[in-house]
């Protein structure tokens, strides 16, 4: 359901990431920043107003890192954490359960590669890159970078994307780029994107017979530890908490559910086994 | 006599990547033809 059920339609007001516009330095690496402080302002019915600028300097690299200035979701996450706007962060989503969420009413942070753009109207990039955008319900994408520039580009009025092209660009983007700079992308028909909070649909896990690990896990300070690896015949369906994103001791990044029921009651489990119930 | 290690617990899910956005500038000239 929408975030802001006493207001029907409500969005955010569009924040560009231009630097001749916003003020901001670092804007034009600040794609995931801007989207997220939209999506921030979506999740809370406009209750908290952060520009993308402050978003970046909560996040843990407030600083561009010269090597990689971007951020990723679970950046963007742990900094709009700090103004209890939690996001469903969800790594390689089939596309169907992005389009089902976005239509019901939740908003998603996407991150994309532009190259599928290029040749459309919806151009904000000079090139392909890895990108950032916040996806509302009814499509009406608020790219950061879309602000009509030089008459060049696109600028954002609220016109629905094509869901297609959308798809297209999600797919594409670029996970890691090989030392002979080839890149591995995510697949066609997958996404990466963080969505603002639900709160209506319900979740349960379920794993057929083989193996996963059990965690333990602390939702204050987001930290979590392996117990043992699970043998399983496979398990019942049981009622969990949304997935959240969890780190290792080691620095790894785990999405994992709590489980409400069942024989791992209260212990967490990987979030991959687990299904939305709208 | 070597005293027994604690097995390391391999996680069967692996890792995911996670990318950034926002690495090149959406002004950066483009280098090559994108699809």
């Known amino acids: ?278 | 006599m070597t005293e027994p290690k604690d097995k390391p617990i391999v996680d069967p899910d692996g890792d995911d990547e996670e990318p950034k956005s926002g690495d090149q500038s959406p002004e950066d000239e483009p280098e090559e033809n994108p699809e």
């Not at chain 1, 009509?148 to 094509?162: A, C, I």
């Not at chain 1, 029921?261 to 299904?275: F, I, M, N, Q, R």
């Open chain 1, 1 to 278: 359901m929408t975030a802001c059920a006493d207001r029907p339609g409500y969005l955010p007001r569009f924040q560009p990431q231009n630097p001749a516009i916003s003020g901001d330095d670092n804007g034009w690496v600040n794609c995931t920043a801007y989207s997220g402080a939209m999506a921030a302002a979506y999740d809370t019915c406009g209750g908290v107003n952060l520009t993308g600028e402050m978003v970046r300097s909560l996040s843990s690299e407030p600083r561009p890192s010269p090597g990689s200035p971007g951020l990723n979701l679970r950046q963007l996450d742990d900094a709009l954490n700090r103004y209890g706007v939690d996001l469903e962060v969800r790594y390689r989503l089939p596309w169907a359960d992005f389009a089902r969420k976005i239509n019901k009413g939740e908003g998603g942070v996407l991150q994309l590669e532009t190259g599928p753009f290029l040749n459309t109207k919806f151009k904000s990039t000079a090139g392909a890159v890895n990108h950032a955008v916040f996806v509302p319900p009814g499509w009406g994408v608020m790219d950061p970078a879309a602000d009509g520039r030089r008459n060049l580009y696109w600028e954002y009025d609220g016109t629905p994307y094509p869901q297609e092209l959308l798809k297209r660009a999600a797919g594409r983007l670029i996970l890691s780029t090989n030392r002979d700079g080839s890149k591995n992308r995510l697949d066609y028909g997958y996404v990466y994107a963080a969505f603002t909070r639900d709160r209506r649909s319900t979740w349960t896990w379920q794993h057929g017979p083989g193996k996963f690990v059990l965690w333990r896990a602390n939702d204050a300070t987001r930290e979590c530890t392996a117990i043992k690896t699970q043998v399983t015949g496979g398990t019942k369906r049981h009622a969990c908490t949304p997935p959240r994103l969890y780190r290792t001791p080691d620095g790894r990044t785990k999405l994992l559910v709590r489980m409400l029921a069942g024989a791992y009651k209260d212990k967490y489990v990987p979030a991959a086994y687990s299904e939305e119930v709208p």
